[in-house]
């Protein structure tokens, strides 16, 4: 089973390679900010969990990423489980996550893991289709 925690400055060039969206200077915040997982398995990463906090409050996840040759072995929901546990444990009492309407793989990781679809915004000139957001109550 996967390993999980925090990432160190050390993983940095890692996420930035895997991550390449982001970009280097984002990445180092974000991992300075506490706002990365990964996920090691035999000692070598093998995925991530990126996330904010929207309106500066509600955990967001933002990005999670499992490398392919590992996807499929719980190491995504393993990713999930300990970033709800953390959240939970900051007294979070609601998770948020989103997806492009046309990703149906990714929505049907949400509502496996318990999050149920919000509503939907349409980002002009950013995405060519709409972004669907999902909520999850962890009381």
Same mark, same amino acid.
């Given at each position: 089973? %996967?390993?999980?925690?925090?990432?160190?400055?050390?993983?940095?060039?890692?996420?930035?390679?895997? /991550?390449?969206?982001?970009?280097?200077?984002?990445?180092?915040?974000?991992?300075?900010?506490?706002?990365?997982?990964?996920?090691?398995? %035999?000692?070598?990463?093998?995925?991530?969990?990126?996330?904010?906090?929207?309106?500066?409050?509600?955990?967001?996840?933002?990005?999670?990423?499992?490398?392919?040759?590992?996807?499929?072995?719980?190491?995504?929901?393993?990713?999930?489980?300990?970033?709800?546990?953390?959240?939970?444990?900051?007294?979070?009492?609601?998770?948020?996550?989103?997806?492009?309407?046309?990703?149906?793989?990714?929505?049907?990781?949400?509502?496996?893991?318990?999050?149920?679809?919000?509503? %939907?915004?349409?980002?002009?000139?950013?995405?060519?289709?709409?972004?669907?957001?999902?909520?999850?109550?962890? /009381?």
């Amino acid at each position: 089973m %996967a390993e999980v925690a925090s990432a160190s400055q050390a993983e940095v060039d890692w996420l930035t390679r895997e /991550d390449a969206t982001a970009g280097k200077a984002w990445v180092s915040r974000c991992v300075a900010f506490g706002e990365y997982l990964v996920a090691r398995q %035999a000692g070598e990463i093998v995925g991530f969990l990126r996330f904010s906090r929207f309106w500066g409050r509600i955990p967001y996840m933002e990005m999670i990423r499992v490398l392919p040759e590992y996807r499929r072995s719980g190491i995504g929901t393993a990713l999930f489980l300990a970033w709800e546990g953390a959240m939970r444990g900051e007294g979070a009492r609601l998770l948020m996550t989103s997806s492009k309407c046309d990703e149906s793989r990714p929505q049907d990781w949400h509502r496996r893991n318990g999050f149920a679809e919000i509503g %939907a915004i349409e980002l002009p000139g950013l995405q060519s289709v709409p972004e669907v957001f999902f909520m999850k109550r962890i /009381d």
